[in-house]
């Protein structure tokens, strides 16, 4: 199984998996939204990561997490809870990819993972260190961390080296 068909087929639990460890890890603004607003956003997320995949482009999920930062500095949640949902998501992700995919898939089905969620994450960090400190940051140049691993093929979005 690739990466695009375990999201298909495995949508659901990933995004339970991911809100239980989300209410587990007892972070004040999600437990303070409840458990099914927290859920609603894991799912926004997931369709993010979802389309950064599918379209084999990073802006969605940059986007994403820009707008992420945005909302949750203006209504004062810390960066660190909101990276949370990130994590929960991703591990829930990873565990799956390596349960599920065909052994010649897991290691770029990983880099992809890692590569849009990480992407996500440098943008949700980047706006809200800005925002926080009114600097603006520029992006992470990861290209030589993926040397091997072909993200750069695999998500026509990310440069060749």
């Not at 999600?30 to 859920?39: F, L, M, Q």
């Not at 949370?84 to 829930?92: D, I, K, Q, R, W």
């Amino acid at each position: 199984m690739d990466i695009v068909a375990l999201l298909d087929t495995d949508a659901l639990v990933i995004l339970d998996e991911s809100a239980i460890a989300l209410e587990r890890s007892h972070v004040p603004h999600y437990d303070g939204i409840g458990p099914a607003e927290s859920r609603r956003r894991l799912e926004s997320l997931f369709g993010q990561v979802r389309s950064s995949i599918d379209a084999r482009d990073l802006r969605p999920i940059v986007s994403y997490g820009a707008d992420v930062a945005r909302e949750r500095h203006a209504a004062g949640v810390d960066i660190g809870e909101v990276q949370t949902a990130f994590n929960v998501l991703e591990e829930s992700l990873w565990r799956h990819v390596v349960a599920e995919c065909d052994d010649d898939e897991v290691a770029n089905s990983i880099a992809i993972v890692s590569t849009v969620l990480g992407a996500g994450k440098d943008a949700l960090a980047r706006t809200y260190v800005s925002l926080a400190t009114s600097r603006p940051l520029p992006s992470l140049d990861v290209r030589a961390m993926f040397h091997g691993t072909q993200p750069a093929e695999t998500l026509g979005g990310l440069p060749e080296q």
